[in-house]
């Protein structure tokens, strides 16, 4: 079955610094791939998406690329805001069936401080 | 276009009663999915449904739990004879169906149970 695994939180970074957050994947199929975001007390936003090996999804200044070779999705921002705080949490809907859900991973805190 | 619509956004219940969750999809959509996020935890899916159909309930807890997506109306998601354990916050998100698709989320119904 298909599965995603993130690296645990929480991560805390100075205000500015560079984040990565790893995110990996395993599927039966040809995913599509997602990184949504969690502020505090909200529902889930689509940070950004990447549907096929190679694709770059961005997004206010977060970046991740598909990479099929090494099923990876990692989430990078070159500055980080105290805004950004929040879950990230990556996610893979499978491309080949008709139907299927979208399959999270357990999320990453991230803690932006001045 | 209004996004996905969840309510009540707060639910109080008493041990024993029952927890009727409402989620109205975007226009347009016809896949709905609802998940359950305890404190501090990621999402777990419980159901994915299309109209009149349920398509994946491999999440759902065999007893107490229901949900539906008639042909017309929004989605109930319903918890019987409620326990503590229930307490958590249930996302419902929608998707126009086309395999590999992002989906979106709505704010999510904080469940109590007291």
């Known amino acids: 079955g298909n599965s995603v695994t993130q690296m645990e939180g929480p991560v805390t970074l100075s205000e500015e610094a560079f984040l990565t957050i790893n995110c990996t994947y395993t599927a039966t199929g040809y995913p599509s791939l997602f990184w949504y975001v969690q502020y505090p007390g909200e529902g889930l936003q689509l940070l950004l998406k990447?549907?096929?090996?190679?694709d770059k999804g961005s997004n206010k200044g977060f970046e991740a690329t598909y990479r099929k070779e090494t099923t990876s999705f990692h989430l990078e921002k070159g500055s980080v805001q105290v805004s950004d705080s929040a879950v990230y949490f990556c996610a893979l809907r499978d491309r080949t069936g008709t139907a299927s859900k979208l399959t999270f991973g357990t999320g990453t805190r991230l803690q932006v401080t001045l | 276009n209004a996004g996905v619509m969840q309510n009540p956004r707060h639910l109080v219940r008493r041990r024993g009663q029952e927890a009727r969750l409402r989620c109205s999809p975007m226009?347009?959509?016809?896949?709905v999915y609802w998940y359950r996020q305890l404190p501090e935890e990621g999402l777990k899916f419980m159901v994915y449904l299309q109209k009149e159909n349920i398509i994946d309930e491999s999440g759902m807890p065999k007893e107490r739990f229901s949900a539906e997506f008639p042909k017309e109306g929004p989605s109930i998601l319903r918890i019987q004879q409620v326990v503590r354990g229930d307490s958590a916050a249930y996302f419902c998100?929608?998707?126009?169906?086309?395999?590999?698709?992002?989906?979106?989320f709505g704010q999510g119904t904080r469940l109590t149970v007291v």
């Open positions: 990447a549907t096929k090996a190679d």
């Open positions: 998100a929608s998707s126009p169906g086309s395999f590999g698709g992002e989906a979106f």
């Open positions: 226009k347009g959509h016809s896949h």
